[in-house]
């Protein structure tokens, strides 16, 4: 999509589609205020007939106003406060790309230059602007006869305060088309069925995203290199299915580093990638198990957010890994009550079989201490009990390092991608003793978020690590069935702030 930045009278302005801004209370904007007196007071009669009164997040197109050149004026409401906070301003901006991918406008011109952001610029606003029109012109049909219509939308130019840099608002909007894009690309494979999408389906997606970009490289694991590196806890979880597990390395180099020094420490990613779990031995129920689909959306999130750094070219090395499985029951399948034995060394009894995420992502954070990272986050849609606790608004942060898990509740806010902590006390780690070997796979019905990272904190001890558990955030039930494409945006705020 083209941009620009405009400075132009609105009124003058000739776009397919004019946004101006209206608060609450018939408070008109520097920008609409002049719409209104060019129309003739059109503007006041939409308001004094109660069509419109500019709370947060309304809309209301408008079409052929006298005296004004543009097509149409799409009002949007702001609300009743002096200053927009970021989340304010995302159900503003979320308004506005919806109301334009559903018109029939190939242009528009945000006439927004006076609209007050508390804690934000008009450079964050152009980004958001763009992460948000890209997101919301996601809709899943590739496994539809009928292909999603593509918006007419193809430009769009925005308004600024003076001494806005357009170079600066290009460089934002790209990011936040980048952004965008690596959010569906995570909701794309999140939504893909388990048919299609399995552990061999995402190792290829991990080669085709490095084709072409000298940045980034994939190596992709067998089962049978696997094994020769002791990777029994991962290898159980497979064991009762025809896919084969992989296990999916992408190390992405972008960090600038003068010739003859070494490279920094790379941050690194880990998803899991279960790509369709019925539980195994240890069945789900059948309510609901289509969605068990979505148990890669860890996997997913990872991938997203390496297209988006890749596409950003940020100058930061990072790798990736993903653990994809798929947890089948069948006679080949491991069984409540075996033994395996993790890279660590650590054995394992598995009580569980659905308790299998934790299983695979042992293993691939033993195998990630070979790049002796600067920090490590794993993201996985873990436990039942973080949707009981945080339902989607927030997804549920552990972390063996405060500072770490201070960045990221602090990017969670920036991002508007919301993280909150949860305890990592040693009090817990007793849950999950067991008779028959070093670790139990699950700790009992109480605090099951925390004991199951206590169980992944054994296999961390030589990293700063952060858990994410998205089993409440990575996707929706219910009419809006989908993935989500979180926490991909969190992850970008962080390893851009890395790279800065």
């Known amino acids: 999509m083209k941009t620009a930045l405009k400075t132009s009278n609105p009124v003058r302005l000739v776009t397919d589609c004019l946004v101006i801004a209206v608060a ?53 409401g702001c609300g009743d406060k002096a200053k927009l906070s970021l989340k304010e301003a995302r159900k ?19 006439a927004l230059a006076s609209l007050a952001l508390a804690g934000a610029d008009h450079y964050w606003l152009a980004e958001r602007l763009a992460q948000e029109l890209e997101d919301a012109s996601y809709s899943y049909s590739t496994t539809k006869s ?53 552990p061999t389906y ?19 694991l067998s089962e049978k290199q696997m094994a020769r590196l002791g990777m029994g806890s991962l290898l159980s979880v497979s064991a009762g299915s025809s896919q084969e597990a992989q296990l999916i390395v992408m190390e992405y180099k972008g960090a600038k580093v003068k010739p003859k020094s070494d490279r920094p420490a790379p941050h690194m990613l880990v998803g899991k990638g279960i790509t369709f779990d019925t539980g ?23 991938f997203g957010t390496m297209a988006a750094v890749a596409e950003m070219a940020l100058p930061i090395d990072i790798v990736a890994i993903v653990a994809a499985a798929e947890n089948m029951p069948s006679g080949k399948a491991t069984k ?31 195998y990630g201490e070979r790049y002796k990272p600067a920090s490590v986050i794993d993201v996985a849609t873990l436990t039942g009990a973080a949707v009981a606790t945080f339902g989607s608004h927030v997804s549920a942060m552990l972390s063996n390092d405060d500072a770490l898990a201070a960045e990221l509740s602090d990017c969670g806010n920036a991002s508007l991608d919301q993280v909150w902590q949860l305890p990592l006390h040693d009090e817990y780690q007793h849950l999950l003793d067991s008779n028959f070997a070093d670790i139990a796979n699950i700790g009992g019905p109480r605090a099951g978020t925390i004991t199951a990272a206590c169980f992944l904190s054994r296999f961390t001890k030589k990293f700063k690590w952060a858990h994410l558990d998205i089993a409440g955030s990575a996707w929706n039930s219910g009419a809006a069935k989908g993935a989500t494409g979180r926490p991909v945006s969190l992850l970008l705020e962080y390893l851009r702030r890395k790279a800065a």
């Open 280 to 302: 195994g031995i240890s069945l789900k129920g059948g309510a609901a198990m289509d969605e068990m689909k979505f148990d890669m959306c860890g996997a997913a999130s990872v």
């Open 24 to 76: 609450a209370k018939n408070k008109f904007s520097a920008e609409a205020q002049e719409i209104d007196i060019t129309s003739g007071k059109r503007l006041s009669r939409v308001l004094e007939n109660g069509d419109f009164d500019g709370s947060l997040g309304t809309s209301l197109m408008l079409q052929g106003l006298e005296g004004v050149k543009a097509k149409r004026v799409l009002l949007v």
């Open 336 to 366: 409540p009550g075996d033994v395996v034995t993790s890279m660590s060394g650590l054995t394992i009894e598995i009580l569980n079989t659905d308790a299998e995420g934790r299983l695979v992502l042992c293993d691939a954070l033993t």
């Open 146 to 198: 009928t292909k999603a219509k593509a918006s007419a939308l193809k430009s769009i130019s925005l308004a600024a305060p003076k001494g806005t840099s357009k170079a600066k608002i290009d460089i934002a909007f790209a990011n936040g088309v980048a952004t965008g894009r690596g959010i569906n690309c995570a909701k794309e494979l999140g939504n893909l069925p388990g048919n299609i999408c399995t």
């Open 202 to 220: 995402l190792a290829q997606q991990a080669i085709d995203l490095a084709k072409g970009n000298r940045a980034l490289t994939v190596k992709v």
């Open 92 to 110: 503003l901006l979320v308004s506005i790309a919806k109301s334009l991918l559903s018109s029939q406008a190939k242009d528009a011109h945000l």
